[in-house]
């Protein structure tokens, strides 16, 4: 197992480059538009897309721990208020090998749970009332063996940067297109009569330029959010493949996403914390997005349901295989 | 001359750097397996605490569970006495077969449900059965790996000399360890 965590760190590390890339591009394009002719403009729109993206860092690992202290109806546990839940976790830390996390309640009926921390030694693993009141021993380990896999597959800095990423190629495109509508006219009358002189050649060239980084802003949020949700998934089914490995028990994972799926409560842990529950949370209607940080989960359960020849990792990826029609998970050479 | 003799020299130093790299190495191995080893054993030891609290608890209500006590309290002995791995492994797969069969004879005593005592005492022993075979998967492992690595050559001929021995693994009955950490109540 322990050379997938290598694998997904190094994973993570070219997505965080590759997002990256879009982005400095993206300010740099824009940067171009808004200054054209000019070196200037493309160093500064590159230097304002890092400085939000620095920014956002920063409030993510400030803020990250924080999320859950936020939620009013959130309470850390010791061993005395609920000695299940928190022998179950203590269980798992030691099948992981992972130091224990805090524990934590969340009063609401909404079937949920979460992990968060950005790293091992400092996590917590929470869980709602309403599924916690709702599942037998075996199912709550099994669901918080997914968090504790989260945790372990090291997803939750992972997907965190990752949303920094996306969260500044929106704000960045945002910034862009308004710019055009408010800011835009006055930037094209004047270099329209400073290209004015040279014929309308070069007014033609502005215009595609125009058109594409229009087309760049609109569709690079449009591009980073799929990329984004698609990995959000796929970490997902590597939560589920760890989490069996860990409890030997694919079919207690497949009864607790059952009665999970019937959850109907709206409940909000934030866009960060959303990436790790362990299934979709049911945000505000508004909020709802065609795009989704979690597989279907009657996917999820066919493939544990499926898992009889054994419990552990690679077992997993080719019943995975059989079932989506693709073979897109990591490997394991154990 | 001389250069015969420095580069003799510079072979030895190789050679000793070498061996000392294969030994830290095995030294590393064997202080982990002696670590994963103390980590089963306090749960092994959480258990035997458990188990006369437990009886204690019970024998008010399951009058006639005596023999099953008596089984408990014997492979409970028999356990705490065992000195090696395997022979721990051996005494404790009984005493968890027993523990299991106590388990399905209390269903018949619906009046235990209302008992917290009892309750509280179910979910540790429960939890440390647990741990236990969490604990132990891991302990298998990182022993299979220091034999592995004891074993292989030319590693075998310094861990001859350096006297490092291979460790048994912490192996119970097939049939229970595929009905591993499902424990409910």
Redesign the interface.
Same mark, same amino acid.
């Given at each position: 197992m322990y050379d997938l965590i290598k694998n997904n760190q190094r994973k993570s590390w070219l997505v965080f480059i590759g997002m990256g890339l879009l982005l400095i591009s993206l300010g740099g394009i824009l940067g171009y538009v808004f200054m054209p002719y000019d070196y200037q403009g493309v160093i500064t729109g590159v230097f304002i897309a890092i400085i939000i993206w620095v920014i956002q860092t920063f409030i993510a690992f400030l803020g990250g721990d924080k999320i859950i202290l936020n939620m009013a109806n959130a309470k850390a546990i010791s061993y005395d208020d609920d =000695? &299940?839940l928190y022998? $179950?976790v &203590? &269980?798992?830390s $030691?099948?992981s090998?992972l130091p224990m996390p805090k524990v934590y309640v969340i009063e609401t009926p909404a079937m949920n749970a979460f992990a968060t921390g950005m790293n091992p030694k400092k996590s917590i693993v929470a869980i709602t009332t309403g599924l916690r009141e709702r599942l037998? =021993? /075996?199912e709550i /380990?099994a669901v918080m063996a997914h968090e504790m896999s989260h945790i372990y597959n090291r997803d939750v800095r992972f997907m965190t940067f990752a949303s920094i990423m996306l969260g500044t190629i929106v704000i960045i495109s945002e910034i862009a297109l308004r710019s055009m509508v408010w800011g835009g006219g006055s930037s094209s009358r004047s270099s329209g009569s400073s290209s004015g002189g040279k014929g309308g050649g070069g007014g033609i060239a502005q215009i595609l330029v125009l058109v594409v980084v229009v087309a760049l802003a609109i569709l690079a949020p449009i591009l980073a959010r799929m990329f984004y949700f698609s990995l959000s998934r796929k970490r997902e089914y590597l939560a589920d493949a760890t989490s069996v490995n860990?409890? =030997?028990?694919p079919v207690s994972l497949a009864n607790a996403l059952e009665k999970i799926s019937g959850d109907n409560v709206v409940f909000d842990p934030g866009k960060m914390t959303a990436a790790m529950c362990i299934n979709k949370p049911r945000i505000k209607e508004h909020k709802e997005n065609l795009t989704s940080t979690h597989p279907p989960i009657q996917k999820r359960i066919a493939i544990l349901r499926a898992m009889s020849m054994g419990t552990d990792y690679n077992t997993y990826t080719k019943v995975y295989a059989s079932i989506m029609g693709k073979d897109d998970l990591p490997k394991s050479k154990k | 001359m001389l250069t015969t003799l420095l580069i003799i020299l510079g072979i030895i130093v190789l050679l000793v750097i070498w061996i000392i790299a294969i030994y830290n190495g095995m030294v590393k191995m064997r202080n982990t397996v002696d670590k994963e080893w103390r980590n089963i054993d306090v749960q092994l030891e959480r258990r035997y605490d458990l188990i006369p609290n437990l009886i204690e608890t019970v024998k008010g209500y399951a009058k006639h569970e005596q023999e099953t006590f008596a089984r408990i309290t014997e492979y409970r002995s028999a356990a705490m006495g065992a000195k090696t791995v395997s022979e721990k492994a051996a005494a404790n797969g009984q005493l968890s077969s027993a523990l299991s069969g106590l388990r399905v004879q209390l269903e018949a005593y619906p009046d235990l449900k209302a008992n917290t005592n009892f309750l509280n005492l179910q979910e540790e022993l429960a939890s440390t059965e647990n741990k236990i075979s969490f604990s132990r998967s891991i302990y298998n492992e990182v022993v299979t790996n220091y034999n592995n690595k004891i074993q292989i050559f030319p590693n075998n001929i310094f861990a001859g000399i350096f006297n490092f021995k291979n460790r048994d693994l912490f192996e119970i009955s097939t049939q229970e360890a595929k009905s591993a950490p499902k424990v409910s109540f």
């Open positions: =000695r &299940e022998n $179950i &203590e &269980e798992l $030691i099948a090998g037998t =021993r /075996q /380990q860990f409890t =030997r028990d | -």
